[in-house]
Structure formats: structure tokens, C-alpha cells
């Protein structure tokens, strides 16, 4: 049981855009920034977004992310097939003195 | 470019010891907060430990707190984690990560502990 909650799977046609949620609580998203991850099939997790909605040098504007509360989103649009992949959040937790990972949000571009 | 590459993963038996190792270059690594992250077979990440720049500061996921220790010699720009009293649920790819959002990731080790 992850201490940020995502949803298991999405699906949409590529073109389209998609939207994947992370909830947590006061003791994580909602007092420290917000990280999100892709990890395409095989290899090893790459930073997509940071601090809520700032993308690192060579991410694609495609992908984009916010904070609201104790919630954070990140959004693609223009989906590719090559965007095909397992995107996680992650924050610092406040209470646990840790970092923590949501459970992982399988994307599929149909 | 950044380069994390990370060594001394294996096969090991329960309540057996390993130590990995993360070379990092191409950055400065005395500057940085360093993470291992795990990812056990078909599992989502799951983060185990960081270090701050000067080793003063060290954090642990629960559950392997009192078994596993990181450690860093900036020196040698390598970062390291000791890992005792190994169990089934251990088994898993390794990564070293920089940073504190975790901006890059090494290619990762795996761990495999079983009789």
C-alpha cells in the first residue's frame, strides 16, 4: 500500500491527452514540492517534472504538472506510442522522514 | 553528461551481507544529495535511503532501518550501501539517484536474495 495513491492504469489514443493524479496528505504533497517519473519498459526511471511543474532540460512541453492541496496531476498531451510507459509521483514525507513513491500509473496509447 | 553506474549487486542468501557501490561522474558530487531506490520484480519504486552532501544527514525507509547503511566518499565520488541481515523481500534492481528530486538515475544493480 503506497502512501501516495495513483491509478493503476489510463488509456487513450494517440493525439490525445491524458491526466494521472497523485493524492496524498498535509505530511507530504501538500507541504513539499512534487516529483514525477517515467520509466519506459526495460530501463531505469527518468525525472519528467519537478517542483510541481518544472520540466528539466530536454522534456518535452508535452508533459506538465500541478499542484493543488494535497493533490498533484501531471498532464500529456499529444500522446505518442513511445510515451508508452510507467509513470510514478514522489514526494518527501514530512512525518515519515522519508521519501515516498505513489504505486505507479501504467500509461497505454491505444 | 551525468553517469551513475552502479556495482556488487548478486545473488545472496538470507541473512547474508552485500555492499553496493555507485561511481558517479560529470557532476559534482560533493554538491549533491544521494538516494538508493529499489524496484523488486514487476513492483513499483520504492525509495530506501539518501545522504546529504557532507554525510551528516542520513534517512531510511523503515523497513530496512538498523540493516542497511549508506555512506559516501566524496573523494572517490562514489556512494555506497551496506546491506546485513538480508531477507526474501530484499531482492530487487538497485539505482543510486542525484539530488533530492531525484533527477538521475544510474542503470541500476540487481539483488537477489534466496537459498
Known amino acids: 500500500q503506497s502512501v501516495l495513491t495513483q491509478p493503476p492504469s489510463v488509456s487513450a489514443a494517440p493525439g490525445q491527452r491524458v491526466t494521472i493524479s497523485c493524492s496524498g496528505s498535509s505530511s507530504n504533497i501538500g507541504n513539499n514540492y512534487v516529483s514525477w517519473y517515467q520509466q519506459l519498459p526495460g530501463t531505469a526511471p527518468k525525472l519528467l517534472i519537478y517542483?510541481?511543474?518544472k520540466g528539466p532540460s530536454g522534456i518535452p512541453d508535452r508533459f506538465s504538472g500541478s499542484k493543488s492541496g494535497t493533490s498533484a496531476t501531471l498532464d500529456i498531451t499529444g500522446l505518442q506510442t513511445g510515451d508508452e510507459a510507467d509513470y510514478y509521483c514522489?514526494?518527501?514525507?514530512?512525518?515519515?522522514?522519508?521519501?515516498?513513491f505513489g504505486g505507479g500509473t501504467k500509461l497505454t496509447v491505444l | 553528461e551525468v553517469q551513475l553506474v552502479e556495482s556488487g549487486g548478486g545473488l545472496v542468501q538470507p541473512g547474508g551481507s552485500l555492499r553496493l557501490s555507485c561511481a558517479a561522474s560529470q557532476f559534482t558530487f560533493s554538491s549533491s544529495w544521494m538516494s538508493w531506490v529499489r524496484q523488486a520484480p514487476g513492483k513499483g519504486l520504492e525509495w530506501v535511503a539518501n545522504?546529504?552532501?557532507?554525510?551528516?544527514?542520513?534517512y531510511y525507509v523503515d523497513s530496512v532501518k538498523g540493516r542497511f547503511t549508506i555512506s559516501r566518499d566524496n573523494a572517490k565520488n562514489s556512494l555506497y550501501l551496506q546491506m546485513n541481515s538480508l531477507r526474501d523481500e530484499d531482492t530487487a534492481v538497485y539505482y543510486c539517484a542525484r539530488g533530492r528530486e531525484l533527477g538521475y538515475w544510474g542503470q541500476g544493480t540487481l539483488v537477489t536474495v534466496s537459498s
Open positions: 514522489g514526494t518527501w514525507d514530512n512525518s515519515l522522514s522519508a521519501v515516498v
Open positions: 545522504i546529504k552532501q557532507d554525510g551528516s544527514e542520513k
Open positions: 517542483d510541481n511543474n
